[in-house]
C-alpha cells in the first residue's frame, strides 16, 4: 500500500535535547513538507521541498533542519534552539504539477512533547 | 498580508445539513482544499474548487466565489463520523497551501 508513515506518534523528550522525526513515503511524490499544527491555529509550515538535495524555509524553520538525502525520506530535527516545540507534527507530500495546485497527502502526525 | 476566516465551532443534529463558510486573503490564487481532520488524526482531502461555482461530491458539496474571496463546505445527510475540523487552504502565487484554523463541527443524535 503507497502512503506516508511517520514515526513514532508520541515522542517525549527532556529540555535541551535536539529529536529527529522520520517521515517516508513510498508514493512517489517529489515534494514534501514538515507542518506543525497547535491546538486552535491552523497547520504552519516549517520547511518544504520539492526535489532531492533542496529544501525551502517555510514560516517558523527557526529552531528547526531537515535534510532530503532520497526522494522517499524527510527527516526533521528539531534542535534546543526551538523555544516551545511541543506540539503535533504533520509531515506531507504531493505530486508537483507545473501550473498547478497539488494535493497533499498526510502521515499520521507524531506527537511531541518536551519535558 | 494572508488571512483565512471561519468559524471556531458549529453544532449540527445528525440527518440534517450543515454549511461552513470560509473567507480568505491571500497573494495570489490558485485554488482552494477542504480538509477534514479527526481529532487527534492527519487531515485527509475532501474537495478542491479553482473555478467559481459548485462541485458535488457524495453528501459533500464546496463552492467557490473568488471575486467574493469567499468559499463553503455543504454536509448534507450528516453522521456522527462527520463529527470532525475542517479546514479551510486557499493555495497562493506559490502553490503554498494557507491553512486556517479549522471549523470544529459537533454532531448530535
Redesign the interface.
Known amino acids: 500500500d503507497g502512503g506516508i508513515t511517520q514515526s513514532p506518534k508520541y515522542l517525549f523528550r527532556k529540555e535541551g535535547q535536539n529529536v529527529t522525526l522520520s517521515c517516508e513515503q513510498n508514493l512517489n511524490h517529489d515534494a514534501m513538507y514538515w ?1 506543525r499544527q497547535d491546538p ?6 516549517i520547511y ?1 521541498s520539492q526535489i532531492v538535495n533542496d529544501f525551502q524555509k517555510g514560516d517558523i524553520a527557526e529552531g528547526y533542519s531537515v535534510s532530503r538525502e532520497k526522494k522517499e525520506s524527510f527527516p526533521l530535527t528539531v534542535t534546543s534552539a526551538q523555544k516551545n516545540p511541543t506540539a503535533f507534527y ?1 509531515c506531507a507530500s504531493s505530486i508537483v504539477l507545473a501550473g ?10 507524531t ?1 511531541l512533547t518536551v519535558l | 498580508g494572508q488571512n483565512i476566516d471561519q468559524p471556531t465551532e458549529m453544532t449540527a443534529t445528525e440527518g440534517a445539513i450543515v454549511q461552513i463558510n470560509c473567507t480568505y486573503q491571500t497573494s495570489g490564487f490558485n485554488g482552494l482544499f477542504w480538509y477534514q481532520q479527526h481529532a487527534g488524526e492527519a487531515p485527509t482531502f475532501l474537495s478542491y474548487n479553482v473555478l467559481d461555482g459548485l462541485e458535488e461530491k457524495g453528501r459533500f458539496s464546496s463552492f467557490l466565489s473568488r471575486s467574493k474571496g469567499y468559499s463553503y463546505l455543504l454536509l448534507k445527510e450528516l453522521q456522527m463520523k462527520d463529527s470532525a475540523s475542517y479546514l479551510c487552504a486557499p493555495c497562493d502565487s506559490n502553490y503554498q497551501l494557507i491553512w486556517g484554523a479549522g471549523t470544529k463541527l459537533i454532531i448530535k443524535p
Open positions: 507542518y486552535g491555529q491552523g497547520l504552519r509550515l518544504y504533520l498547478g495546485a497539488d494535493e497533499q497527502f498526510f502521515g499520521p502526525g506527537r
